[in-house]
């Protein structure tokens, strides 16, 4: 079980990693980069890849575009905040030319408030609350 494991020298980004993996389902999930490394390894301008807080590129084809916030209940997209995401999905797909699904995917403090932005761009939320559940 990962709580059982030492973690001495191990990377936060990838104790996330292991934890997102389990709940979202391991897809052929080889790895994850937060957004300095995935500039570095991907060549993309650093404005697109800090675009988003984690990408988790899978083996099925797929990439989740993870936004990571915290707030004191429940997350709210608004009108200005929705538009934003869908330029930066759109920034993304245009600059990577992926051929691959993309999905927007949240981890929240205390999920998302629910409306027709969420409703709308929204593939996947999480709580943090899965962060901190062993894994067997």
Do not use: W
């Amino acid at each position: 079980m990962l709580g059982k494991q030492r973690l001495d020298g191990v990377s936060p980004i990838y104790l996330v990693f292991i934890k997102l993996q389990a709940e979202l389902g391991d897809h052929g999930i080889s790895g994850a980069k937060d957004s300095q490394q995935s500039s570095e390894a991907t060549g993309l301008r650093p404005r697109v890849a800090d675009a988003f807080d984690l990408l988790l590129d899978r083996a099925d084809r797929t990439i989740n575009l993870i936004e990571i916030k915290f707030s004191q209940g429940p997350f709210t997209i608004t009108k200005s905040y929705a538009s934003e995401l869908r330029r930066k999905v759109q920034v993304f797909k245009e600059v990577t030319k992926t051929e691959k699904n993309v999905y927007l995917t949240f981890l929240t403090s205390h999920g998302l408030t629910k409306n027709a932005y969420q409703n709308e761009l929204v593939d996947t939320s999480i709580t943090t609350e899965c962060l901190f559940q062993e894994i067997l």
